[in-house]
């Protein structure tokens, strides 16, 4: 039983093994980042329609939250390429040098790149992404800094390089899920005109013309 079950491991492996490897990488990462934040959407939409029955599915909100994932791997593939390169070695000096830059460089871009690239997708322009990303930023950043840098330790420490953007992908399915909420959630309008002023009924003295004083 044991060398039937090794031989179907080893045939597994055979076939998934070139997903990790070479022009395939980029592939698995784009593919595997796209993934992941429609799943995340699809858990966030669950939520929300537990909590509203009455609530339809929105399958588009869902395809412009993979579009964009999609077009974070890429990116994604080619910043832990450089990163590795650049600070080479699991020293924890290095590693812990890694996970600051990580956080300080990278974090910020894909937040912009997420709240911009939605924003554009749902027909609101750039503009609009740019302002809603500055109204949510410290929010988004404080999360992020309560999430990634542990993840990104035991990212950079413990596993091979062609493994770290699937890694992310996978951790951060709950962060996914977070960006989801982030980004739809239905903020309530502040009303900036204040409270309705009611009329003073203490009256005002009456003012005389110029001409009846001369």
Request: hydrophobic share 40%; aromatic share 16%.
């Amino acid at each position: 039983m044991i060398p039937r079950s090794k031989d179907f491991l080893v045939r597994i492996s055979f076939y998934w093994k070139p997903f990790f490897s070479g022009r395939y990488l980029i592939v698995t990462n784009t593919v595997s980042s796209g993934g992941m934040l429609a799943l995340g959407d699809c858990i966030q939409q669950g939520r929300e329609r537990h909590r509203t029955p009455e609530k339809n599915w929105e399958w588009q909100r869902t395809g412009r939250m993979t579009a964009v994932g999609c077009s974070m791997g890429p990116f994604l593939h080619y910043w832990y390429q450089w990163l590795d390169k650049a600070y080479s070695g699991r020293v924890v000096k290095t590693v812990a040098k890694k996970v600051l830059i990580d956080q300080l460089v990278a974090s910020p871009v894909l937040g912009a790149w997420y709240f911009i690239g939605m924003g554009i997708m749902e027909g609101h322009g750039w503009v609009r992404g740019c302002i809603e990303f500055k109204e949510k930023f410290w929010e988004f950043y404080k999360a992020d800094w309560c999430v990634w840098p542990t993840a990104q330790m035991v990212n950079f420490y413990f596993l091979p390089a062609k493994f770290r953007v699937l890694y992310v992908n996978t951790v951060t399915l709950g962060w996914d899920t977070y960006l989801s909420y982030l980004k739809h959630r239905k903020n309530e309008q502040v009303d900036i005109s204040g409270p309705d002023v009611q009329e003073s009924s203490v009256p005002l003295p009456e003012v005389k013309p110029l001409d009846d004083k001369l």
